[in-house]
């Protein structure tokens, strides 16, 4: 090898080895992000599966690589005899290095934050946390506490500083101008074919009518949405996503008009009905309490599992599971996104996220406006409240472009003096639940009615810890999340507690959601669907709103018109992607998400997975394994998939044209 790598192909012959060594380095990040996430993963492994899951992982890892080491494969390619020293062989072994540790820290890093968004991390990570100042903190915190991924790390490292080839040619080897220029054209031939390839490899191939392979080319090597996180990799999901549109109109419909035979996103109920025998109600001007619980799905709370587990499962919240025996709650409910920022469009605007968070994207500019901005000008008084600093995750900025009067966070509550101040801050994101929701209670109780707030806790978060004096309350169970949840349970039904001795209790509708779910310990909630399963309770102490448990469907995007309407909001058409619960039958009630390049619609008892142009698969909703893939077997399918079609094309069209914001003289909004 050494005497090979003394020749005028020393170079080319190193760089295509090295290129080998950067594969293994993918391949050993892969194998990682597997055993660390296993759990989620082992279900949809086979041998047919596996050897898919290669043929895809080769794909994504060649463009990733190539995309990579684009600046490496210039420098031992460039066809400059004087380049040929040890000091310039040096100098590419260093970008080598660098450029490998970096994808190599991405990768792993990655396969830690893969249980919260069930997703490989793309370029919009970094507008979501762009606003925070303890990203170190949690990441010295995950550092710790995944001690196993940074020995990994030096040891792979170490490895390719001593696998790695370097070239032994020298200039000196080259003294004729004859040596020189034969030198100079073998290595311009070389660069010519490596940029052929680079091409090629960067695109995916180089079929003539073929895109650019992107992160949703993955489906076609696995069958399960959730595996695609392990066929891509995190490099190659970054790269693709830099400055990408975010949204296109699909060539479903032949315009808008069309796709509202089929669906119509725009509530013109109270509002245009006319007359006394319409269905339009009298305004009930009720104060609207919504709590976004942060991660607090289905699978912590005992009273949405009592079909499972043979009724012995008791779950981490007892105060919850009160609230939930005099609550309306459904069967199936869903989330629509799976992050923070993705709750707060779905829960008060009814926009669910198709693609990118919704406020990262260039359409969270357009003209629209949501439940608080409708009622701000229809009388009530309206306000959100986060424990964390103003302006972490947007929220701020989010809360007054959609109506919000006022906004309460981590400053507001240590200027109370009836508070405890900063004391009560977690020291990572912001004040413990137990004393804001206190401090939330009283607040509302300074309000005028009719009120609307909204409050997103913080304690049930990364990096899960519990104030001090209930370390020995709750106590670490099987999944770090558990006993936050134990905590946040505790608050809320404290704040409940409260709540009710307030003159204003009676007069009020509390929500009780969460933004998203989070760590898993049920293979049922680990599967595409289970990732979304998010509680939606409506709590009425009236008793206007009847408790009971729905054999239907629900969506955080219901909760929007479902409110507005069960008041008899009646100041003009808004825009709303979901439906009204309560005035909807529940064989008619219906869900949707996206999961890595997948739609996944719920409806008259199946879940359609839709990778925009055909479906890929449908389960019974009672399969909570999702085990058994019925497609072409469902007579309901075809129905369901021109619905989805509806959704998509009024969702995308209205994004990009900016149809967001009825009005009545539109003929679009007809």
């Avoid at 895109?211 to 695609?228: F, G, K």
């Avoid at 966070?409 to 977690?426: A, I, L, S």
């Avoid at 998400?593 to 619609?601: A, H, S």
Wanted: one cysteine or more.
């Amino acid at each position: 090898m050494k005497r090979l790598l003394t020749t005028t192909f020393g170079s080319p012959i190193a760089l295509v080895l090295n290129l080998l060594l950067a594969y293994a380095i993918f391949f050993v990040a892969r194998l990682t992000y597997f055993f660390v996430n296993y759990s989620y993963f082992i279900d949809g492994l086979s041998a047919s599966s596996l050897w898919m899951w290669v043929r895809g992982s080769l794909l994504f890892d060649t463009t990733a690589i190539l995309y990579t080491h684009i600046l490496y494969i210039v420098m031992m390619l460039l066809p400059l005899w004087r380049k040929e020293n040890q000091a310039y062989h040096r100098l590419c072994k260093w970008v080598f290095m660098v450029v490998n540790a970096l994808s190599l820290a991405i990768n792993l890093a990655d396969s830690v934050y893969f249980p919260f968004t069930l997703r490989r991390t793309t370029t919009s990570v970094f507008r979501e946390f762009d606003n925070e100042n303890n990203i170190a903190g949690i990441l010295f915190h995950n550092a710790i506490t995944h001690w196993y991924l940074i020995l990994i790390f030096i040891l792979v490292l170490w490895l390719t500083n001593k696998l790695y080839v370097m070239p032994h040619t020298d200039h000196s080897h080259y003294k004729s101008l004859r040596q020189r220029l034969v030198y100079g054209a073998q290595l311009f031939v070389c660069l010519a074919v490596a940029a052929v390839l680079t091409v090629a490899g960067c695109r995916g191939g180089l079929q003539s009518g073929v895109r650019p392979i992107t992160i949703s080319n993955a489906n076609q090597y696995v069958e399960r949405p959730t595996d695609c996180a392990l066929v891509l990799n995190t490099p190659f999901a970054l790269i693709r996503t830099i400055g990408k549109s975010d949204f296109v109109v699909p060539d479903y419909f032949p315009s808008l008009a069309a796709a509202s035979e089929v669906y119509n996103p725009i509530m013109w109920m109270a509002y245009k009905a006319p007359g006394p025998n319409s269905n339009e109600r009298l305004p009930n001007k009720k104060n609207i309490v919504i709590l976004i619980v942060e991660s607090f799905g289905r699978e912590y709370i005992g009273g949405f599992n009592r079909d499972f587990f043979g009724g012995k499962y008791k779950g981490y919240t007892p105060n919850v599971d009160k609230l939930i025996d005099k609550s309306l709650v459904y069967r199936f409910s869903y989330c629509n996104g799976r992050k923070s920022i993705d709750g707060m469009p779905s829960i008060l605007c009814s926009i669910p996220r198709f693609g990118e968070p919704f406020i990262l994207t260039p359409a969270s500019m357009n003209n629209y406006t949501g439940m608080p901005g409708l009622l701000s000008k229809w009388g009530y008084q309206t306000a959100f409240f986060h424990g964390a600093n103003r302006g972490s995750m947007g929220f701020l900025a989010f809360a007054n472009k959609i109506g919000f009067q006022h906004y309460y966070g981590r400053q507001d509550y240590d200027e109370d003096p009836r508070f405890g101040g900063d004391k009560d801050f977690d020291g990572n994101w912001g004040i413990w639940d137990e004393p804001f929701l206190q401090y939330y209670c009283a607040k509302m109780g300074e309000m005028k009615q009719p009120f609307m707030t909204a409050l997103f806790t913080v304690s049930s978060h990364d990096p899960f810890v519990v104030p001090e004096k209930y370390k020995n309350i709750y106590k670490e169970e099987h999944l770090p999340i558990q006993k936050c949840i134990r905590y946040t349970d505790m608050a809320i039904g404290k704040f409940f507690e409260s709540a009710s001795k307030q003159p204003w209790f009676k007069n009020t509708i509390f929500v009780l959601t969460s933004d998203h779910t989070n760590q898993s310990d049920h293979e049922q909630y680990k599967t595409d669907i289970g990732g979304f399963c998010s509680p939606i309770i409506i709590y009425d102490p009236s008793g206007e709103i009847k408790p009971g448990r729905v054999d239907g469907v629900a969506q955080q995007i219901d909760i929007m018109p479902t409110l507005l309407n069960h008041i008899g909001y009646n100041a003009g058409p808004y825009l709303a992607f979901g439906k009204d619960l309560l005035h909807t039958p529940a064989k008619d009630t219906w869900a949707v998400n996206y999961l890595n390049g997948i739609y996944q619609y719920v409806k008259y008892g199946y879940v359609l997975q839709w990778d925009g142009k055909q479906t890929k698969a449908i389960y019974r909703v009672t399969d909570a394994l999702m085990k058994h893939n019925l497609l072409g077997h469902v007579p309901e399918q075809a129905k369901m998939e021109r619905e989805l079609k509806a959704i998509i094309y009024q969702y995308m069209y209205r994004m990009v044209h900016d149809k967001m914001h009825p009005t009545i003289n539109n003929p679009e909004d007809q």
